[in-house]
C-alpha cells in the first residue's frame, strides 16, 4: 500500500483528490451524527451522567488538542501526512467499539468513567489526525477555491446529516416504547459509526497527498515561534480563542437545556436540530461564495453577531417558565442559529488556512488549533462546575404599572440556571467581534456590503418562488429557495466590481 507523497500533483490528481476529501467528509459527518452531539448527550444521560460530566464529554476533544505540538515534529519529522492521519484516524475511530460495549459488559458503576477515558482516548487520536490533515489541505486545495470547496464540502455532509438524524430520533423512541431498557439502543448506532468510519480511512487513502514545499525542516522550536511573531495571525488567534469560549460555554447544554427545562422529547429536540441543519445546508453555498469573492472576515462580520443574536435569544424561552411562544421562539433560534452557524463555521474554519504561509502550515494551523481548543475545552467545563451553583440563583426584572383600579406587572427578563450562561456568551461574543476587527485580510469589505448583498438575494429568491413555476419548488423549501437565490446571484453579480475599503 503506497502511501507516499507525490513530488508533483497532476490537475487530474487533485480533483481526484478533492472528490476523495468530500467523500470522507461526507462518511464522517454519518458516523458523527450516530455517535456524537445530541445522541451522545442523551446516552450520557440514560448512563447517568451529571452536568459536570456532560461538560467534561464536551471539553475533552478540545483539551486534549495539546497533542497537537507533538504532532507538528511528527509532520516536519517524517514528512508522511497522509500515513499519519490514516493512522490517527483508524485508532480514533476503533474507541467507537469501546463505547458500543458499555451497556453489554461493563458494570452499572463504572460506565461513566469507561465513557469518559474512550472520548478520551478517541479525542487524542482525532486532534493527532487533525495537525496532519489540515496542513494537507492546506497545500492540496486551491486557495481561490477555498471558501467555495470547503462548503460543499460541509454541505453535503450535512445533507446526510439531516435524515439521518431524524432516523435515529424516530428508532430511539420507538426502543424506548417497545424496550424497558432504552440503553441497549445505543449499542447498535456505535457498531454502525464503527464501520461507516472505516469507509473514511479508505478515502485518505485514496487521496494524493503533495509533498512538503520547504526543502529541509526547521528547527523545531524556530518552526513554533514563527505564528507567535505574526501580529496579523495573532490576532486570528485572539479573536478564535475568546469565540470558541463564548459558544462552548452554552452549546454542549442546548441538548440538557431542552431536556431538563424545557421537558420537550426527545423527537422534538431532534426535530428542532434538524431544522438547523437544513437551514445551515441551504446557506453553505451563500457563505462559500461570499467567503471567496469578498473574504472570510466578511462573512465573519455579519454571521458573528447573528449568532450571539441566537445564542442570546435562549433566554426568552423561558420568563420565568415556559410560556406559549416557547416553542416558536426555538424554531426562530434554530432557524438563526443554522444561517449563522453555516457563516461562522465555514469561515472560521477556512480563514486560518488562507492566513497560514503555504509550505509552513503545520505550524500555524496547529497553534490556532490549540489555542482554540483550549478556550473551547474549558468553557464547558466551567459551564458544568456552575451549573448547580446558578441552579439556586435568579435575576429577574418586572416593569409594573400601577393605577387606581389594578396593578399589572409585565416579566421583561428573568435568568435562572442555564440563563446565566447564555447571557455571558452573548458577552463574550461581543468582545471577540472586536476583536476579529484587527485581522487583516485580502479582499475584506465592510459588513453592509455583505449584508446587502444576501438580503438583495433572499428577497429576489423569495419573488420568484411566488412566482406561478416558483410554485412548483415551495415542496422543496429551502433548498429550492437557496437554488434560486444562487442563480440569480450568479447571472446578476458577476460582472459587477467589489465595492473595496
Not at 253 to 268: A, G, P
Request: charged share 15%; with cysteine; net charge positive.
Amino acid at each position: 500500500m503506497r502511501v507516499t507523497p507525490d513530488e508533483k500533483l497532476a490537475e487530474r490528481d487533485i480533483q481526484r483528490g478533492l472528490r476523495n476529501v468530500i467523500k470522507d467528509g461526507v462518511v464522517t459527518q454519518a458516523m458523527a451524527t450516530l455517535t456524537c452531539g445530541v445522541f451522545l448527550v442523551t446516552f450520557a444521560l440514560e448512563l447517568g451522567a451529571s452536568n459536570v460530566v456532560i461538560g467534561l464529554l464536551a471539553a475533552l476533544p478540545p483539551l486534549l488538542q495539546f497533542v497537537q505540538i507533538p504532532s507538528v515534529y511528527l509532520v516536519e519529522r517524517f514528512r508522511n501526512r497522509r500515513a499519519m492521519t490514516m493512522l490517527a484516524s483508524l485508532a480514533n475511530k476503533s474507541m467507537l467499539l469501546l463505547v458500543a460495549c458499555i451497556p453489554l459488559v461493563i458494570p452499572a458503576d463504572h460506565r461513566v468513567l469507561v465513557l469518559i477515558i474512550a472520548i478520551a482516548l478517541r479525542s487524542l487520536f482525532v486532534s493527532i489526525g487533525a495537525c496532519s490533515w489540515h496542513s494537507w489541505m492546506r497545500d492540496l486545495v486551491p486557495q481561490n477555491q477555498m471558501g467555495a470547496f470547503f462548503s460543499r464540502r460541509m454541505r453535503l455532509s450535512k445533507i446526510v446529516d439531516v435524515p439521518l438524524s431524524l432516523l435515529i430520533g424516530v428508532y430511539l423512541d420507538h426502543w424506548k416504547n417497545a424496550f424497558s431498557n432504552g440503553l441497549y439502543a445505543y449499542t447498535p448506532l456505535y457498531f454502525s459509526g464503527f464501520f461507516i468510519g472505516l469507509l473514511g480511512v479508505y478515502y485518505i487513502y485514496a487521496t494524493p497527498e503533495p509533498r512538503i514545499r520547504s526543502q529541509s525542516p526547521f528547527p523545531f522550536m524556530r518552526l513554533l515561534q514563527k505564528p507567535f511573531r505574526d501580529r496579523n495571525f495573532m490576532n486570528l488567534v485572539k479573536f478564535m480563542a475568546s469565540w470558541s469560549f463564548a459558544v462552548n460555554l452554552t452549546a454542549p447544554f442546548f441538548t440538557v437545556y431542552m431536556l431538563k427545562r424545557l421537558e420537550l422529547d426527545l423527537s422534538w429536540i431532534v426535530t428542532l436540530t434538524a431544522l438547523s441543519q437544513v437551514v445551515n445546508i441551504s446557506f453553505l453555498r451563500i457563505w462559500g461564495d461570499f467567503s471567496d469573492r469578498f473574504s472570510h472576515k466578511s462573512v465573519l462580520r455579519v454571521s458573528g453577531p447573528l449568532f450571539i443574536i441566537g445564542i442570546l435569544a435562549w433566554t426568552f424561552t423561558t420568563l420565568p417558565e415556559k410560556h406559549i411562544l416557547t416553542l416558536p421562539l426555538l424554531v426562530v433560534i434554530h432557524v438563526v442559529l443554522g444561517m449563522a452557524t453555516a457563516g461562522v463555521t465555514l469561515a472560521s474554519g477556512t480563514i486560518g488556512l488562507k492566513l497560514a504561509p503555504r509550505g509552513e502550515a503545520t505550524a500555524y494551523l496547529a497553534t490556532i488549533n490549540l489555542v482554540n481548543s483550549l478556550s473551547a475545552g474549558i468553557a464547558p467545563v466551567l459551564g458544568g462546575l456552575f451549573a448547580d451553583f446558578f441552579a439556586q440563583r435568579e435575576l429577574a426584572i418586572t416593569l409594573t404599572w400601577l393605577s387606581p383600579q389594578r396593578a399589572i406587572a409585565f416579566q421583561t427578563l428573568n435568568l435562572q440556571q442555564w440563563d446565566f450562561f447564555f447571557f455571558m456568551a452573548f458577552l463574550i461574543g461581543l468582545y471577540s467581534i472586536h476583536r476579529l476587527s484587527t485581522v487583516r485580510e485580502s479582499g475584506e469589505v465592510k459588513e453592509k456590503i455583505v449584508i446587502r448583498e444576501l438580503v438583495s438575494e433572499m428577497r429576489r429568491g423569495v419573488k420568484n418562488l411566488s412566482s406561478v413555476a416558483g410554485l412548483n419548488n415551495i415542496a422543496l423549501f429551502p433548498f429550492s429557495l437557496v437554488q434560486t437565490i444562487y442563480k440569480n446571484r450568479k447571472n446578476r453579480l458577476q460582472d459587477r466590481p467589489l465595492e473595496k475599503r
